[in-house]
């Protein structure tokens, strides 16, 4: 048996790429309101085409094929949060955002022992950890505060009545960056929960930051990253979670780490050894 036509290693090249992009496109656009109304529209504009088809509907069959051609337009509009979410991740920021390994056990310590405090009186929160994309334009519209990243300065901004303690949070290496910062809400239906959930969802759409929350009325904690919500987390599973999502340290940083360390010793050692000679 013999095909009409011969398929060679370009054609098979471009249909994997359009299967892959097309997954991606269709990934990107699962469960969210857009796709619904882009399921809607399809089914429309399917049912008038067929109608249109079997009737000889000369007029239908204009309009419909119309259609298509506005339809790219339609779709840009309809589909903008989720395009700016994608061109987002795309266009990331490669700033560093790196941890020593110490600096990174001491990062985690702090943000579980202030969350756990907060999760015990029932006192809500959202902290975003800031990762390679930027969340200055969320800091903005909050109140920059630019203090080290300390366990008791960072409980007393959630304090109940305190100045700052509506809004998140947004920390940046060792930094509390800004307080006060007001979130996208996420336009997920499939979730019920409050204001502070969404808003950590809706950034974790749009950002790649990693967000905790503490829910004011039950004291639970959870994450939400790459638009996922984990909910009810221990004190284990948050420092567990919270190692894995941390900036991981690249092989020169380290390697130029431990050369400084080394550096640091022979210099110290000499001016011991100096001190020594004097005497």
């Given at each position: 048996m013999q095909f009409p036509f011969k398929v060679g290693f370009g054609d098979c090249f471009q249909i994997i790429v359009l299967a892959v992009a097309i997954y991606y496109v269709l990934n990107l656009f699962r469960r969210t309101r857009s796709a619904q109304m882009l399921g809607a529209l399809a089914l429309i504009v399917l049912v008038l085409a067929i109608l249109g088809w079997a009737a000889d509907l000369?007029?239908?069959?204009?309009?419909?094929?119309?259609?298509?051609?506005?339809?790219?337009?339609?779709?840009?509009?309809?589909?903008?949060?989720?395009?700016r979410q994608t061109l987002a991740s795309i266009g990331r920021n490669w700033?560093?955002?790196?941890?020593?390994?110490?600096?990174?056990?001491?990062f985690?310590?702090?943000?579980?022992?202030?969350?756990?405090?907060?999760?015990?009186?029932?006192?809500?929160?959202i902290i975003a950890i800031e990762r390679q994309i930027s969340l200055d334009p969320f800091c903005e519209?909050?109140?920059?505060?630019?203090?080290?990243?300390v366990g008791r300065l960072l409980s007393s901004i959630f304090f109940p009545n305190a100045p700052l303690h509506d809004g998140g949070v947004v920390?940046?290496?060792?930094?509390?960056?800004?307080?006060?910062?007001?979130?996208?809400?996420?336009?997920?239906?499939?979730?019920?929960?409050?204001m502070r959930h969404r808003a950590a969802?809706?950034?974790?759409?749009?950002?790649?930051?990693?967000?905790?929350?503490?829910?004011?009325?039950?004291?639970?904690?959870?994450?939400?990253?790459?638009?996922?919500?984990?909910?009810?987390?221990?004190?284990?599973?948050?420092?567990?979670y919270l190692a894995l999502l941390m900036p991981r340290e690249k092989l020169a940083d380290a390697l130029l780490r431990a050369?400084?360390?080394?550096?640091?010793?022979r210099l110290s050692g000499a001016v011991a050894e100096k001190t020594e000679v004097a005497k």
């Open positions: 000369q007029v239908l069959g204009w309009i419909v094929s119309k259609i298509v051609i506005y339809l790219a337009f339609a779709l840009v509009v309809v589909f903008q949060p989720e395009i700033r560093s955002r790196k941890h020593s390994a110490s600096s990174s056990e001491r985690i310590d702090v943000i579980v022992d202030v969350v756990t405090s907060l999760a015990r009186t029932r006192t809500g929160a519209n909050g109140t920059l505060l630019g203090a080290p990243l920390i940046r290496g060792e930094t509390i960056v800004a307080a006060r910062c007001v979130f996208p809400l996420s336009s997920r239906e499939d979730i019920g929960f409050g969802l809706g950034l974790s759409e749009q950002t790649d930051a990693v967000i905790v929350v503490v829910s004011e009325e039950r004291g639970a904690i959870s994450i939400a990253y790459d638009g996922r919500l984990i909910q009810d987390l221990t004190e284990a599973h948050l420092r567990r050369i400084d360390r080394l550096e640091a010793e």
